[in-house]
């Protein structure tokens, strides 16, 4: 729990919403340039005739200049939206002058499939709902559109364009669970490959594959941070008089002990047998010291009680500062020294 908690820091849902990101992105291009292209060449065929439409024009530019300047944005998910509500205009458009000798209702097939893809799942639905009814309303009342439709053409059209939004919707939704179930599956993976199974804390691959990467590029908000590695003391000698289980349920104490009295932006990470290292970011080397012999005294303080047996437990703690993301592993291995030096100097003391 302690690690799972912690992990929504950390997820990386990235490669599941990537992959949507760009089946979204290739459809509001192929949908914006095909769908601005044959709108401009409808209404220019009729641009010297009665049969001209400025509105048809105007929305053609507007879906055209939409997916232009998407192009100098980074963010297209407004662009994704704008294209929705113009497709939703279209749809409209062609339901109330009936296009090109009326036959408008032809082209309005594709729109909510691709307001789908636009606007996703639940906006998509309610989107193209809200569009059916205005369209049926239209449709059911003649005196409020320019186009006129045979009462038979009506009713197939609505009967078939109500097909394709209900296939349409089923195949979005079943699309839109199961990527969310793999991006959960890539995520559960991603916890497991990345947590101790025992303490539940994060691993040493955790610690090299995604957290100092991410220090590295957040080194402004992150530094100058301090480096504390930790170590049981006098271990072996807990699993060799209490039995292996009893040195396990140890780790599992300290680590309780450790994530309890962290900070939301603290780390701690088991990084060997009974070895742990405490990152604490934008800490200098006197709030990292004085930090560490909190963690010291929590952990002298809180004995090791389990069916009737209760064990004094002591950690050794050896701190050190870095100033860059260039100085970390400096720290780290001075920290490691420092270890040393507290354990030279009789355990259960910071260095
Ligand atoms: N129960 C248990 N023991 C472990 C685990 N990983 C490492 N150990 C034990 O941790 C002990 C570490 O012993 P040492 O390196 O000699 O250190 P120590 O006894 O703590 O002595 P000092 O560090 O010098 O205070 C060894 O007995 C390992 O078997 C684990 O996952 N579970």
Redesign the pocket.
């Known amino acids: 729990m302690i690690a799972k908690k912690w992990w929504d820091n950390f997820l990386e849902r990235s490669p599941g919403y990537n992959i949507e990101e760009k089946r979204r992105k290739l459809v509001f291009y192929v949908a914006s340039y095909a769908g601005g292209l044959i709108t401009l060449f409808f209404s220019s065929q009729h641009i010297s005739t009665q049969s001209f439409s400025p509105q048809l024009l105007f929305l053609g530019l507007l879906i055209l200049l939409n997916v232009i300047l998407s192009h100098f944005v980074n963010k297209k998910q407004p662009f994704f939206y704008t294209a929705g509500l113009l497709n939703g205009g279209l749809m409209l458009y062609l339901t109330i002058s009936g296009g090109y000798n009326n036959t408008g209702l032809f082209w309005i097939f594709p729109l909510p499939i691709a307001s789908f893809i636009l606007l996703g799942y639940w906006i998509g639905l309610i989107f193209n709902s809200i569009l059916y009814l205005l369209v049926s309303l239209l449709l059911l009342n003649p005196d409020y559109i320019q186009a006129s439709y045979s009462s038979d053409d009506t009713s197939r059209f609505l009967a078939s364009l109500f097909t394709t939004i209900l296939l349409a919707s089923i195949g979005e939704y079943f699309r839109y669970r199961s990527q969310t179930e793999l991006t959960e599956i890539n995520l559960e993976r991603q916890r497991q490959a990345n947590t101790d199974p025992?303490t539940h804390l994060p691993n040493r691959r955790f610690l090299e594959t995604v957290y100092l990467p991410r220090l590295h590029n957040q080194e402004e908000q992150s530094f100058p941070v301090t480096c504390v590695v930790m170590?049981?003391?006098?271990?072996?000698?807990v699993?060799d008089k209490h039995g292996?289980d009893i040195?396990?349920k140890v780790?599992k104490h300290i680590a309780h002990l450790l994530t309890q009295h962290i900070r939301q932006t603290d780390v701690v990470v088991r990084t060997g047998?009974?070895e742990f290292l405490v990152i604490f970011p934008k800490a200098d080397l006197s709030i990292g010291f004085k930090l560490s012999e909190k963690l010291r005294q929590t952990v002298e303080v809180s004995p090791f009680v389990m069916e009737g047996t209760t064990l004094d437990i002591t950690c050794?703690f050896g701190v050190s500062t870095a100033l860059t993301s260039d100085e970390i592993n400096a720290a780290f291995k001075q920290a490691d020294d420092k270890l040393y030096q507290a354990?030279r100097a009789g355990?259960n003391c910071v260095c």
Do not use: A, P
């Open positions: 025992l170590d049981i003391d006098h271990f072996k000698q699993n292996h040195g396990d780790l047998g009974e050794s354990k355990r």
